[in-house]
């Protein structure tokens, strides 16, 4: 059973920053894409950012670029995203996900068939 598992969520004011990481047990890590997701209260899950297995390509939704940046460290089986200049919308929580493949990085929820339990991130005005 594939199953990540996400830390690094918490309170932060406008402004802050956050780390946060997923860790991906047993041999499921090696060779696949790994994405952040993210839901909001009342929101649908949304693609935030996806990292192939290589690191050498990343996709970032637009309404992250610039702010946070997705990397992997895959000696450690560990995603993070590191998340800075956060605003008050960025408020959700936080879901890792693996990829069905290594190479593509498709924001499709669809495409990801492993998933965290999630990471709570609220940032304060």
């Known amino acids: 059973q594939v199953q990540p598992v996400e830390s690094g969520g918490g309170l932060v004011q406008a402004g802050g920053s956050l780390r946060l990481s997923c860790v991906v047990p047993g041999r499921t890590f090696s060779g696949y894409t790994m994405g952040w997701f993210r839901q909001a209260p009342g929101g649908e899950r949304e693609f935030v950012a996806a990292i192939t297995w290589t690191g050498r390509s990343t996709n970032y939704a637009e309404s992250v670029k610039g702010r946070f940046t997705i990397s992997r460290d895959n000696a450690k089986n560990t995603v993070y995203l590191q998340m800075d200049t956060l605003k008050p919308e960025d408020t959700a929580v936080y879901y890792c996900?693996?990829?069905?493949?290594?190479?593509?990085?498709?924001?499709?929820?669809?495409?990801?068939?492993?998933w965290g339990q999630g990471t709570q991130v609220t940032v304060s005005s």
């Open positions: 996900a693996r990829h069905s493949n290594g190479v593509n990085t498709s924001p499709n929820i669809d495409d990801y068939r492993y």
